[in-house]
T-cell receptor, first 110, second 115 residues
C-alpha cells in the first residue's frame, strides 16, 4: 500500500460542476501540499496545510489530521482547471522529504 | 514565495550524450532539490543540492549519472550523463526558502526525450 493514496485517479466533469479530490496518507506528517501540474510539466503549489482549511479563489483545501485525510475542492469548475492534481506529504520535521501521491487527472469539458 | 526558472524547457537528445539542466531562483534559498518524473509516474527525489559541497543523493541515484552543482544560493545544475531512453522524463527543480519552513516551490520542469 502506498503511503499516499489519491482518489479518484481520473475525473471527468462538465464545466460548472463541483469537484472533490481526496488524499489519504498512512504516515505522520508535518504538512500536506496540493500541487497542480499542467500538460507542459511545470508544477504550481496550490496549498500547504498543516491543519484546518484554506481557500483561494475557487479552490478549497481541507485536512483532518486525526483521520489522515485531505480533500481538494474546486467550485464552478472550468476547462482551464484541467490538469493533474498531486497530493504530497512532508514527514515529521520540516527537513522531511515530500512523499507524492500518484496524482488525479482532471478533465473539465465545456 | 520564490520564482524558479529552468533551462532548457525541453530537449530531444541522442542516447549516449549528456544534458545539463539549469535552475535559477529569484532569491537566495536554503535548500534546492532535483526531482524526476518518469512518464505516468509520480515525482521521485534524485538529490538535495548542497551549496559548497557534494549533493546528497537518494537511493538508486549516483553522482556519476546525475552530477549536480550548486555554486551559490540561487543557482544549481543537474547533468543527466550517458543518456538512455529510460532517462526520458520531466526533471524538476524545487526549493525551500528556509530550512525550517514547510513551504516548497517547484520550477516549470525540463521535459527530456532520449532517442
Amino acid at each position: 500500500k502506498n503511503e499516499v493514496e489519491q482518489s479518484p485517479q481520473n475525473l471527468t466533469a462538465q464545466e460548472g460542476e463541483f469537484i472533490t479530490i481526496n488524499c489519504s496518507y498512512s504516515v505522520g506528517i508535518s504538512a500536506l501540499h496540493w500541487l497542480q501540474q499542467h500538460p507542459g510539466g511545470g508544477i504550481v503549489s496550490l496549498f500547504m496545510l498543516s491543519s484546518g482549511k484554506k481557500k483561494h479563489g475557487r479552490l478549497i483545501a481541507t485536512i483532518n489530521i486525526q483521520e489522515k485525510h485531505s480533500s481538494l475542492h474546486i467550485t464552478a469548475s472550468h476547462p482551464r482547471d484541467s490538469a493533474v492534481y498531486i497530493c504530497a506529504v512532508k514527514g515529521g520535521t520540516s527537513y522531511g522529504k515530500l512523499t507524492f501521491g500518484q496524482g488525479t487527472i482532471l478533465t473539465v469539458h465545456p | 514565495s520564490a520564482v524558479i526558472s529552468q533551462k532548457p524547457s525541453r530537449d530531444i537528445c541522442q542516447r549516449g550524450t549528456s544534458l545539463t539542466i539549469q535552475c535559477q531562483v529569484d532569491s537566495q534559498v536554503t535548500m534546492m532539490f532535483w526531482y524526476r518524473q518518469q512518464p505516468g509516474q509520480s515525482l521521485t527525489l534524485i538529490a538535495t543540492a548542497n551549496q559548497g559541497s557534494e549533493a546528497t543523493y537518494e537511493s538508486g541515484f549516483v553522482i556519476d549519472k546525475f552530477p549536480i552543482s550548486r555554486p551559490n544560493l540561487t543557482f544549481s545544475t543537474l547533468t543527466v550523463s550517458n543518456m538512455s531512453p529510460e532517462d526520458s522524463s520531466i526533471y524538476l527543480c524545487s526549493v525551500m526558502l528556509r530550512a525550517n519552513s514547510y513551504e516548497q516551490y517547484f520550477g516549470p520542469g525540463t521535459r527530456l526525450t532520449v532517442t
